[in-house]
């Protein structure tokens, strides 16, 4: 069997980043992988404003505390004063623009306004306090995001600042998605005997579109050799990626493997992770394209198909968006629970944080119990062989950064 370092390793030499770009609107653009940097062409603050409601002044005219100074000008935020005259003050807001002339703002908790207009400083400034300088965020000329970084909240914010009103984008990879099994109906359709619904259906095209793809979903394809090759033919055009789940195996009803070879070529793999073991990686022909549609056969267990998407699919999206495709990083966490017979498999083992901050883990381990994946914040990665003991530190990956 292949480890899952040499397994990934595999998927990604095998997998080219897409070239085609778009543009779209910074409004947009939450979750892709920009294509061209983002350089300021201003500074950020464009000039220097006062973090503070209170008062800008000249220090020099404030030798000691209880000064009293005539308040000759009001500057409210989106408003230039006047250039400050000295032995005087402007009251000013938030985000306002540091007048000319002045050094300093003290904040309003720490004056006193008086009648006739003027204000006493209870305090002696000292020169630059509370303003925030021009371009001290951002210079002009800067990148301020990197060509191939994702774009989070945060990062769409800083585009704004500096005015990018739309982001050049790797465009989305297109995924076609189908099942195979005579045994799977739909939601909503009666349940007849030896039948169960179809719940990798919905967990892929959702693990997919949070994963930033378009997706075709080709539904439930009969187990028989022309249906499977004709839903790859179908699924081939327009579309990188081809993803199954089920029919990976190697009995007289699994066509996936025959189906591929003939439409294309096939690599199956047994990986040394449980759950999780077969999984199959090829390409399938298309007429016309630059290049064929990946293909990649996980196996139908709902959670075996679950955790292989995080350790194998996820990677590969990334990798043709342009991003690194690498193993999850990890954090050592206190397990709270015993595990006396491991596998000699790389596990991942379904867990969630607990009051004391340790883990637990979900009674039923079984690779067919989804329930699992929902009652957990994340996968216990235990390496082959390991026993964990209550009190061990443990690698935990949470499904947040799986996700993210």
């Known amino acids: 069997m292949l480890s899952l370092t040499d397994a990934l390793a595999r998927l990604l030499a095998g997998t080219t980043a897409l070239a085609e770009t778009e543009t779209v609107s910074t409004f947009e653009a939450l979750g892709r992988v920009l294509a061209v940097d983002v350089v300021s062409q201003l500074d950020v603050p464009p000039h220097d404003n006062s973090s503070m409601d209170g008062y800008a002044l000249r220090t020099a005219d404030v030798p000691q505390p209880g000064t009293l100074l005539t308040v000759s000008q009001r500057i ?3 408003q230039v004063g006047a250039v400050l005259a000295p032995g005087t003050a402007a009251r000013i807001f938030t985000g306002a623009p540091v007048p000319e002339g002045a050094d300093a703002i003290v904040m309003q908790e720490q004056c006193e306004p008086v009648g006739g207009g003027s204000v006493r400083v209870q305090i002696r400034p000292t020169a630059g306090q509370w303003v925030r300088r021009r371009g001290e965020d951002v210079c002009a000329g800067s ?3 990197a060509r191939g970084s994702r774009l989070t909240p945060q990062a769409l914010g800083l585009a704004a600042s500096v005015g990018a009103a739309t982001l050049s984008v790797v465009r989305r990879p297109r995924v076609a998605l189908f099942s195979t099994g005579d045994e799977l109906v739909m939601p909503g359709e009666p349940l007849k005997p030896g039948a169960i619904y179809n719940s990798n259906r919905y967990t892929l095209r959702a693990l997919l579109q949070s994963a930033g793809c378009e997706v075709s979903d080709l539904g439930i394809v009969p187990d028989r050799l022309d249906a499977t090759r004709e839903a790859l033919r179908r699924a081939a055009e327009g579309h990188d990626l081809i993803l199954t789940s089920g029919g990976v195996s190697v009995g007289e009803e699994d066509h996936l493997k025959p189906a591929v070879e003939a439409e294309g070529r096939l690599d199956l793999w047994q990986i040394a992770i449980k759950p999780g073991k077969p999984l199959a990686f090829g390409e399938v022909r298309t007429s016309g394209a630059d290049r064929p549609a ?10 075996s198909s679950f955790v292989t998407f995080l350790l194998a699919v996820r990677p590969v999206l990334q990798a043709l968006q342009g991003l690194p495709g690498a193993e999850p990083a990890g954090w050592p966490v206190r397990a709270d629970f015993d595990w006396p017979r491991p596998d000699a498999r790389r596990e991942f083992l379904r ?5 004391d901050g340790g883990l637990e883990l979900f009674g039923n381990q079984s690779s067919g119990v989804l329930t ?3 009652w957990a914040e994340g996968l216990i990665d235990n390496p082959p062989g390991r026993a964990i003991a209550r009190g061990d530190i443990v690698r935990f990956l949470p499904f947040a950064a799986l996700l993210a």
């Open 76 to 78: 409210a935020a989106g």
């Open 294 to 303: 990946l293909f990649i056969g996980l196996p139908g267990n709902p959670v």
């Open 351 to 355: 867990a969630r944080r607990n009051a």
């Open 372 to 374: 699992s994946a929902v």
């Open 143 to 145: 990148v301020v995001l």
